[in-house]
């Protein structure tokens, strides 16, 4: 087992009544020596707010823990519940909050841990039965007298039913590192193999976690190196010689209600400690936050949230040792096809790479990570005069899509997302990380290009972006009373459209259409010119146009929280024109009151440029896709049945069938002979099979 | 028709959401990128799904260099006022002077009362609010000696020992509308904050506000220039004009200039939570505004 999270962990205790500038750099300091977390003590009179300074801390650091002791009293409890679930949220898990001695805790279920402080007997009581850490600290009495404080707080754990590994020790130090052994008593003035052997048994025996120096003049900065240098290695080889392995990292446990949502067959103490810090599994205060999707309510046995490449691969690795569960690949968690959350699976959620970077201004080469959103990559091009078509929605992941295809609404001009796909970074089923481009990894970088999901979980994509100024941007409603003469038309006039120009239409059974098309000009007049065949389709009930940067388009939709419910019903067919058979069967089941969404999204022009055998998105010859959403499976099929005989095919991002019947409708014999031939390859055991799987039993129905 | 011939200011005014819990900080980044003086933040701690103003405000201060900083405007009920001085200060310390003190005397008092906070009659409000404004500039001005004292009838301070003090003297900017706290903002205000769609007759208002403000600064031996006039907007940019502050960025320099000639406002703070509105703002209004007001100063 891989053991990485260090035993011993430092901190560091601001000085209340110091300099604010001069702590914040200390934390600074601290941070990047690799010290734990920081404690902010309660005001001093007339000093700083500690409040303010943790919080402008919080953002002046990306990892060190805050710790905010002493923050009863100061402010309103409902109040100081806001503030705290605000920093949560702004520097997730970094947070923890000090309660002194017998006070009441400040939030009951703020999902932030309380750690008590305090060396009575009423304060051990209280910090051993329900606080998630104590603080306790050395001073002159020495450190039998704290060892016999540790223990009282043992047994109070104990006498309240918890495991005692439950609460975090966290012991703030006095005393002077020198070189010279001083005969001084209690503190620990002397020179660091005095710290290390009088250190060692608080971890050993007592299972304290973290020490913790006062930072209060002006040599802090230097005794906290000195600390980090000559101290914690010595205290962690001590402490790891006396403990078995892992034992140390693994603390402190989980509380045992949490611990007691836990879902079989899921080896939670094996997480490697890389992982473990950013895990969140079903007790965990964050867990409402990542157990469902956009579209998909959801209730996995744990999620993963690796950071770094090398995250992704333990993950992967700790996946691989669980092929009895579900395994979902999440990034911007949009997915309807694929299946990014599940019923006491895993999770793995790749949403922290999200980096987006400029690598070469001249060739428009962007590097982007798969949790970035779409809305996000418009932002970032956008000083640059750049954007690439994506799809409709901003708040779409990148992962999920350029994996995927990637109907947008420049897709006309610019052809699919992956189409400007020049290389792909991914980490495949046996944990190794490979860079597929045209010439690296060829059959690889074919298959991302369309059937991604199967064969790793991408980390990077790099694309080669296009020069677009302001774009026109139209929404038109339409009264529609005879929709399969209207949606003819549409098809008509669209197809006639030059590629500038990209509608999508959405339907309701009301008998209104709206109509969203992008024209990819900045000039008013091409823009009204391309516009105005659409506008005569019908009587228009609504019309907006405007000219704007596409960024502004990609983000004109609010973020929601992704609190997906039940599962989506989602059905996919590509048609290579709006035939009046077509447009006929959509009529009905428009009609038919079984969907309540129905949408065309426009394709053609550049996307058709591409042959079929380029990229694993093979129906280039597709002139719309096609979804249609409703509540009921059964009900959506009796009408969508009747389209299916005049489909080419499908797009798997909007198909939520997990039949094996729908995969050769997405990918045709030849592309599913190669895609499965590679997956045999790369993947031979089927690890990754949420979305699309082509390693899938053979359809039950029609041979393809 | 007055011009108080301040310098301008531009900034926006942002939705503290937590849904995307950077996202407001993210658009501080960008009005800062973008070039843009002040960016402000709402205060409404009786909603769950914003952020707290001012934690919000230290940790985006933490991730900003140049650009100033406030709630609009704080919710002063719900904040005491010797650890809303204390707030203020250690940010604008940390910020290198960076932070001021929009204030409000409270609104939505359901909303306050379910937090925990005092129910005021509006008399009352405003007589907190000016007892709160001598406990922050009390607490703030380490020059004097002794502790503070101020003993008023809804907030009261014993001997209270002062500090820290603030970077720079963090402006104190009144959100107001009716006559007793406008004169009130006049006596003890350095700014008005108010929010163009609370004005019942539209910026035609603010003629007759500014004289409520000038009279009670007159009143209080103080130039009406000592207070700024700020204004919070809601427009949006499109091709064709549709209404004030709904047009193509020309319209917006016209009518903004217009205001600042007119009615003498000098802080345009525009509501936007999106980019691409901030950096047109930044880019095709607030200078061009700079300009033309300039060249009708002469
Ligand atoms: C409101 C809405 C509008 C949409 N509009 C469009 C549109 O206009 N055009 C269009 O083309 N699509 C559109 N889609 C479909 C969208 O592209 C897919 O649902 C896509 O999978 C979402 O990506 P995600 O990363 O957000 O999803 P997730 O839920 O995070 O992932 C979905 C699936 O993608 C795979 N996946 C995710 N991340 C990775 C990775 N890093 N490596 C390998 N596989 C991965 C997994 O199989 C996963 O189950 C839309 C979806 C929604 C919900």
């Not at chain 1, 009373?481 to 006039?493: C, K, Y």
């Amino acid at each position: 087992m891989t053991d990485q999270g260090p035993a011993v962990r430092l901190g560091i205790q601001l000085d209340p009544a110091g300099d604010p500038a001069a702590a914040v750099e200390l934390a600074v300091t601290a941070e990047r020596l690799g010290y734990d977390l920081v404690i902010v003590p309660g005001p001093a009179e007339g000093g700083w707010d500690p409040w303010t300074l943790l919080s402008w801390i919080a953002g002046r650091t990306d990892r060190i823990r805050l710790v905010a002791a002493g923050t009863d009293g100061a402010t309103a409890p409902a109040l100081l519940a806001r503030a705290a679930a605000s920093l949560d949220l702004l520097v997730p898990g970094r947070l923890v909050l000090g309660v002194a001695g017998d006070g009441p805790g400040p939030l009951p279920d703020a999902g932030v841990p309380v750690w008590r402080s305090g060396d009575e007997h009423p304060d051990l009581e209280l910090a051993g039965s329900t606080a998630d850490g104590w603080i306790g600290h050395l001073d002159g009495s020495g450190t039998h007298w704290l060892q016999k404080r540790l223990r009282l707080l043992d047994q109070a754990a104990v006498r309240a039913g918890r495991d005692p590994r439950e609460l975090q020790r966290v012991i703030t130090l006095c005393g002077v590192l020198t070189d010279s052994p001083t005969p001084a008593e209690g503190c620990l003035d002397g020179p660091a193999e005095r710290w290390i052997a009088d250190l060692a048994p608080l971890v050993v025996e007592h299972g304290v976690s973290t020490f913790v120096l006062r930072a209060d003049d002006a040599t802090a900065a230097d005794r906290l190196e000195r600390f980090a240098r000559d101290v914690a290695p010595g205290l962690h080889e001590a402490a790891a010689r006396a403990l078995a392995a892992g034992v140390l990292a693994a603390r402190p446990l989980r509380r045992a209600d949490v611990r007691a949502r836990r879902r079989p067959g899921i080896d939670y103490d094996g997480l490697p400690g890389s992982l473990a810090a950013t895990a969140v599994e079903p007790g965990d205060a964050g867990f409402g936050a990542v157990r469902s999707t956009y579209l998909r309510g959801g209730n996995p046995g744990l999620v993963l949230r690796p950071g770094t490449v090398a995250e992704v691969a333990d993950a992967v690795a700790f996946a691989r040792r669980h092929q009895h569960l579900p395994l979902g690949v999440r990034s911007g968690g949009h997915g309807i096809s694929g299946r990014s959350t599940n019923d006491g699976g895993l999770v793995i959620d790749v949403g922290a790479l999200d980096r987006i970077e400029v690598l070469d201004e001249r060739r428009r080469l962007v590097r982007i990570g798969p949790g970035a959103r779409w809305k996000e990559v418009a932002l970032a091009l956008q000083p640059h005069g750049w954007a690439l078509t994506s799809g409709d929605y901003g708040g779409v992941g990148v992962g999920g899509l350029a994996t995927a295809g990637g109907i947008g609404f420049l897709g006309r001009k610019q052809g699919l997302t992956i189409d400007h796909l020049r290389a792909v970074e991914l980490v495949l089923a046996d944990g190794s990380s490979v860079r597929a481009t045209d010439s690296e990894h060829p059959e690889l970088f074919w298959a991302v290009r369309g059937a991604g999901a199967n064969f790793g979980i991408a980390t990077a994509f790099e694309f080669a972006v296009d020069e677009v100024p302001e774009v026109g941007w139209a929404q038109l409603a339409f009264r529609v009373d005879d929709p399969a003469a209207f949606l003819v038309e549409f098809g008509r006039v669209t197809t006639a459209a030059p590629r500038e120009t990209t509608p999508n239409l959405i339907m309701g059974g009301t008998g209104v259409a709206q109509l969203m098309a992008m024209v990819a000009s900045d000039d008013p007049d091409v823009v009204l010119a391309q516009l105005e065949p659409f506008a005569r389709l019908a009587p228009l009930v609504q019309q907006q146009v405007v000219i704007a940067p596409y960024a502004a388009i990609m983000n004109m939709f609010p973020d929601a929280p992704h609190a997906g419910v039940g599962e989506p019903v989602s059905r996919s067919g590509l048609v290579r024109a709006l035939t009046p058979e077509v447009a006929t069967a959509s009529a009905t089941l428009l009609d038919s009151g079984a969907v309540h969404w129905f949408q065309l999204r426009s394709m053609g022009g550049a996307i058709a440029d591409v042959v079929p055998e380029a990229t694993a998105f093979a129906h280039r010859d597709a002139a719309f896709s096609i979804t249609a959403m409703g509540a009921n499976a059964q009900r959506v099929d009796r009408w969508w049945n009747g389209l299916r005989p005049h489909l080419s095919g499908s797009y798997l991002s909007f198909e939520s069938d997990p039949s094996p019947d729908r995969v050769p409708e997405a990918f045709p014999p030849r592309t599913l002979a190669r895609l499965r031939a590679l997956k045999a390859e790369l993947d031979p055991t089927t690890l990754f099979r949420d979305n699309f799987s082509v390693a899938a039993a053979v359809p039950t129905g029609s041979s393809a | 028709m007055t011009d108080y011939g301040h310098d301008l200011l531009f900034g926006t005014f942002v939705t503290p959401a937590s849904a995307r819990p950077q996202h407001a900080v993210e658009q501080a980044v960008v009005a800062e990128r973008a070039g843009l003086d002040l960016v402000t933040f709402q205060d409404h701690p009786y909603v769950a799904t914003f952020h707290d103003t001012w934690t919000l405000i230290a940790y985006a201060a933490a991730r900003t260099e140049r650009i100033r900083l406030t709630a609009n405007v704080t919710n002063l009920p719900l904040r005491l006022p010797a650890v809303l001085a204390r707030t203020v200060a250690t940010a604008d310390v940390l910020s290198g002077g960076r932070i001021e003190l929009g204030l409000g005397a409270g609104a939505f008092w359901d909303g306050i009362e379910a937090m925990g906070g005092r129910r005021l009659g509006p008399g009352e409000s405003i007589e907190a609010l000016e007892e709160a404004v001598t406990i922050i500039r009390g607490l703030w001005d380490v020059e004097q000696r002794g502790g503070l004292t101020v003993a008023g009838r809804h907030y009261a301070v014993h001997g209270a020992e002062r500090g820290p003090a603030p970077a720079h003297r963090p402006g104190i900017w009144i959100g107001a509308y009716k006559p007793r706290i406008l004169r009130t903002t006049g006596r003890i205000g350095d700014g008005w904050l108010p929010s163009v769609q609370y004005l019942p007759g539209g910026v035609t208002d603010l003629a007759g506000m500014n004289g409520h403000i000038d009279e009670g600064a007159a009143a209080a031996g103080r130039d009406p220039r000592d207070i700024r006039r700020f204004l919070n907007l809601a427009g949006d940019f499109g091709a064709t004009s549709r209404g004030f502050l709904q047009g193509p960025p020309d319209q917006w320099v016209e009518e903004l200039t217009d205001l600042t000639l007119t009615y003498g406002t000098s802080g345009f703070v525009l509501a936007s939570d999106d980019t691409a509105t901030t950096e047109l703002f930044a880019a095709e209004v607030a200078p061009a505004v700079r300009s033309e007001v300039a060249r009708e100063r002469g």
